[in-house]
């Protein structure tokens, strides 16, 4: 019988496709982001982004079954796996939906996936093998998390934000700055010729436990910016990014300090910023312990990571009911 799933994602503007073997081993991927279409908006427009995904999912799944070299009319596919949530509603219907149909169509299970937790399994993609249990620091557009992976389906929540996600504040910082949309990638490259040291920014609850806050580093950011103008975006760039990856990197420490687990693993789209992963590699070279950094492409949205976690969710809880719906406000971990 056959291992491989095909992996639908949709929640938001990256419309992904993918086929993944045994959970693991990617047969083919591929990702269409829709950055061009909400640019001159300076953020995704659900509306927009619906629309796109519809026009070009079911070109995408023809191009992934092709590239694995499997047939479109009868594919030879465990299940089809989608995420639910959390997402955007109409984006996230789109994918549902056609997974659902092409489970009807070729006669094999749906499964239902929690982007959240589709995220964790991106690092079960990269060769490396994985144990547990470990420490992950999730940091995407909409989620900032510490999680100890105690197994296949069993997390104990360490820390969240309180208010922004991480990639939150960069897009906003980016915005305001007029530096462009995904702010992220852009803060990124921008800091790269900045002043990492010229201006000192707030480190919220650094010294305070495992959860986060990013809004008054956001808003320290943007107020600064407002008073001074004539400094460059460069140095406001690299000094933000400095402060929120001192941040993430601190509560990840003290997350494996206080759980005793000493494996790591980044993951969400703010995993493939540049300082943080070599910051993350600093700070477990030093201190001995495994960190595990998924290639920036399987951080950001993809559709082999849904794909994975379908695997061990068929293998784990069997099929998903056809009558699961879409849920935007999908929380983790949650049963689905
Ligand atoms: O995981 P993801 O692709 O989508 C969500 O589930 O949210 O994460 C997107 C977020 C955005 O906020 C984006 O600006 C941020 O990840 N991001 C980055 C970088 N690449 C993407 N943030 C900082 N540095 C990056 N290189
Ligand atoms: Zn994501």
New binding site residues.
Partial sequence: MSNTVLGIET??D?TAVALVSSGEAILSSVVSSQIDLHAKFGGVVPEIASRAHLEILSCLVDQALGEAGQSVTNPDIECVAATVGPGLIGALLVGVSCAKALSLAWDVPFVAVN?LEA?LYASFLAGETMDFPMVVLL?????TMLINMKGHSQYELLGQTHDD????A??KVARYLGLGY????I??QVSSQGDPNAIIFPKPMINDGLDFSFSGLKTAVIKWAGKNPTTDAADIAASFQKSAVQVLVTKTARAIVETGVDRVCLA???A???L?RSEMTKLCEDNGWNLFLPP?SL???NAAMVAASGWWKLKLSGPSDLATPAIPSLGFPATI
């Fill in positions: 929640s938001c990256e982007h995220h940091v995407s557009g909409g989620h996600a991480c990639g939150e960069f897009d995904p702010g992220g990638p803060i990124d969400g789209g703010v493939a910023n540049s943080l920036r951080c950001t949205d």
